[in-house]
């Protein structure tokens, strides 16, 4: 099994998540757009039972489209976005790709929330895309 290991900005909170193929994913909903401060967020999903994080954690509870609890976990310290927890995909964790230590893995295969997508960002070469949330 493949470990990979990532971090915060200030080093505090680090994590490892122990997939071989975890599923990447670009997501454009407005959420992530505020939360990441950016026009989309890309995630590693993988099973919850193979992520471990450790450090000062903050947790900030959303509410997703399906109404169902997202819980967004942010180093306490420094602020970063470090993975989510959705009740949509109770058994998965949404782990931030940039805070990998290694980057060079990821390749997206699906988009989602593609109606929120900023007009100005092109949709990656063959990857799924779904409008909304599929499901």
């Known amino acids: 099994m493949t470990e990979r290991h990532g971090k915060c900005l200030c080093g505090k909170t680090t994590f490892a998540l122990n997939d071989d193929n975890p599923t990447v994913a670009i997501c454009?909903?407005?959420h992530c757009q505020r939360s990441t401060g950016s026009a989309f967020s890309?995630?590693?999903i993988a099973?919850?039972?193979?992520?471990v994080c450790s450090g000062p954690l903050k947790k900030f509870e959303?509410?997703?489209e399906s109404g169902?609890?997202?819980?967004?976990?942010f180093c306490a310290e420094c602020g970063s976005p470090i993975w989510t927890?959705?009740?949509?995909?109770?058994?998965?964790a949404i782990v931030k790709a940039g805070c990998f230590d290694d980057t060079s893995w990821l390749k997206p295969?699906?988009?989602?929330?593609c109606e929120?997508?900023?007009?100005?960002?092109?949709?990656?070469?063959?990857?799924?895309?779904f409008a909304r949330m599929p499901g």
């Open 28 to 30: 454009h909903c407005t």
């Open 42 to 44: 890309i995630v590693a």
């Open 47 to 51: 099973p919850r039972d193979r992520f």
């Open 62 to 64: 959303d509410v997703g």
């Open 68 to 73: 169902g609890a997202v819980n967004r976990w």
């Open 85 to 92: 927890e959705a009740s949509a995909m109770a058994e998965a």
């Open 109 to 113: 295969t699906l988009q989602v929330f």
């Open 116 to 129: 929120s997508r900023e007009a100005w960002v092109p949709l990656v070469d063959g990857t799924a895309n």
